[in-house]
């Protein structure tokens, strides 16, 4: 397996076409498209899907995460080695929009301080997190799945913690003596994937469906609680100081759900990925323990 | 054709399996897919792609958009009549991140008003906007492209001004006497999509490639940039006190890039529509002329 090759995949991959990944590679779109055929050969199975944007296949998925781990091991032995050239390596993560929007951005602040390394975020659910990691498309992942990736090890972080959140006005039209009609009071998701708010009224055993908007975006979700759209489950984390502003009424104040985070990543000896490591374990000290 | 039929289409879309279609709509899965086989009977044509989530084929799109028009002016109708049943819509519409970010949120505002209306945004770049549109998966969207999506309309809204900003740390190490290091100092993207850096680089004529982080989310793509992480274009909506605070700094006084904005959506004769874009363009009033 030639790793020129293996660098063209990566480069397909992560910009979508053969001929962005040209650019990026200083070569021609020709070029690439003969390493793919030439690792296609050699592993004698199809790795990239040719649709826009351009798609691993399974085979192509292993040689992906091998094409990332091999990237980072080799910028690491030449930074040993004091060369200049090419030390400059991608972090491929993934984290949720919530706790992008949270407890994630001293991770930032902190890889600012990183001149070896960028950061490449895939904002994905945290219960789909881990596919990304299977697929090799990321290093490392925040996510709610425990049981570590095949080649990963998991730690946990800690409880992201959700609560039914209202502005007083809606609180007002849909609130009654016997409590919320969840029937009728318009409820917020994030997107289809979202089951936070389902689950609650499922909890509550309520029939009929509310009308739903769906907000996919951390930052615009709670805007559209505080201006009485719907309400939601918002992380205490981004919300806090509304309840003590009476911006925004907790609807329900024994109830919460807390989410598990967990920090996975590849078992590989990387000084640069145990770094990020212990810099996600310090910013998720914010996170319930 | 079959309106049931349709309905079941969008359903299937929407909620990407045909469980959750099903559960939507009250049916078993199994009348979902006999509605969907019904409908591809009807056609002659295939009109969902069975992955995960499914999709809708080019045939699929076109009854996709009818389906949608019609649960539109169905509602409408139900409306007028004075029913109360299915009198709420589902309104899909496109807006990209760094809009829903800043100028958008007053529209969440306006709609927490409408009780007979839910959003069901989609977040896409501006470039990319006006096929969702084609595809018949939104009403309405907010889009960079100024000629109509067949069966459309578009109004212009306003530019989006877009100024090369950073840290004062950053600026203190990467820019000196003769201006900034352009191939130097680190730069941010939002993703791949995002050429408004790459575009700026090759305005100055740079040579080399700086280190480039991706942060797919405008809020965590700004406080990347006050942190120090690196340099990127920002909307001027989002970092307008930045300046003034010295948490930030303009790279480049002269320099910006305006992205026009425009509303497109059906021409329908439709209430709930034309009260949606009043809304829009009402918020358009934040960018510049």
């Given at each position: 397996m030639n790793f020129e090759h293996l660098r063209a995949l990566a480069a397909v991959v992560d910009e979508g076409t053969f001929e962005a990944a040209a650019d990026r590679l200083h070569l021609s779109p020709s070029a690439v498209s003969q390493r793919i055929k030439a690792l296609e050969k050699s592993v004698g199975q199809v790795v990239v899907r040719r649709t826009v944007p351009c798609t691993p296949t399974h085979a192509g998925s292993a040689l992906l995460r091998l094409a990332r781990q091999v990237q980072l091991l080799e910028a690491e032995a030449r930074h040993a080695l004091g060369s200049e050239t090419s030390a400059v390596t991608s972090t491929p993560v993934a984290v949720n929009a919530d706790s992008l929007a949270t407890w994630f951005l001293p991770v930032l602040e902190e890889a600012a301080g990183w001149p070896d390394t960028t950061l490449d975020l895939h904002v994905e659910d945290q219960d789909h997190s881990s596919r990304l990691l299977r697929q090799g498309d990321v290093l490392g992942a925040v996510t709610a799945d425990p049981a570590p990736v095949n080649g990963c090890r998991a730690v946990r972080l800690g409880a992201m913690r959700y609560v039914p959140a209202a502005a007083p006005a809606l609180r007002d039209r849909f609130v009654g003596a016997s409590g919320p009609d969840w029937s009728a009071m318009p409820v917020l998701a994030?997107?289809?994937?979202?089951d936070l708010q389902r689950r609650f009224l499922a909890s509550r055993g309520g029939a009929g469906q509310p009308p739903m908007h769906t907000i996919p975006s951390s930052e615009a979700f709670v805007a559209a609680v505080r201006a009485g759209l719907g309400w939601g489950m918002v992380p205490e984390l981004q919300v806090g100081s509304d309840f003590d502003d009476g911006r925004l009424v907790l609807l329900d104040p024994a109830a919460h759900h807390d989410v598990v985070l967990y920090w996975q990543s590849w078992t590989l000896q990387s000084g640069r990925l145990d770094r990020l490591a212990a810099a996600v374990r310090r910013a998720g000290r914010l996170l319930r323990s």
């Amino acid at each position: 397996m030639n790793f020129e090759h293996l660098r063209a995949l990566a480069a397909v991959v992560d910009e979508g076409t053969f001929e962005a990944a040209a650019d990026r590679l200083h070569l021609s779109p020709s070029a690439v498209s003969q390493r793919i055929k030439a690792l296609e050969k050699s592993v004698g199975q199809v790795v990239v899907r040719r649709t826009v944007p351009c798609t691993p296949t399974h085979a192509g998925s292993a040689l992906l995460r091998l094409a990332r781990q091999v990237q980072l091991l080799e910028a690491e032995a030449r930074h040993a080695l004091g060369s200049e050239t090419s030390a400059v390596t991608s972090t491929p993560v993934a984290v949720n929009a919530d706790s992008l929007a949270t407890w994630f951005l001293p991770v930032l602040e902190e890889a600012a301080g990183w001149p070896d390394t960028t950061l490449d975020l895939h904002v994905e659910d945290q219960d789909h997190s881990s596919r990304l990691l299977r697929q090799g498309d990321v290093l490392g992942a925040v996510t709610a799945d425990p049981a570590p990736v095949n080649g990963c090890r998991a730690v946990r972080l800690g409880a992201m913690r959700y609560v039914p959140a209202a502005a007083p006005a809606l609180r007002d039209r849909f609130v009654g003596a016997s409590g919320p009609d969840w029937s009728a009071m318009p409820v917020l998701a994030f997107n289809t994937k979202d089951d936070l708010q389902r689950r609650f009224l499922a909890s509550r055993g309520g029939a009929g469906q509310p009308p739903m908007h769906t907000i996919p975006s951390s930052e615009a979700f709670v805007a559209a609680v505080r201006a009485g759209l719907g309400w939601g489950m918002v992380p205490e984390l981004q919300v806090g100081s509304d309840f003590d502003d009476g911006r925004l009424v907790l609807l329900d104040p024994a109830a919460h759900h807390d989410v598990v985070l967990y920090w996975q990543s590849w078992t590989l000896q990387s000084g640069r990925l145990d770094r990020l490591a212990a810099a996600v374990r310090r910013a998720g000290r914010l996170l319930r323990s």
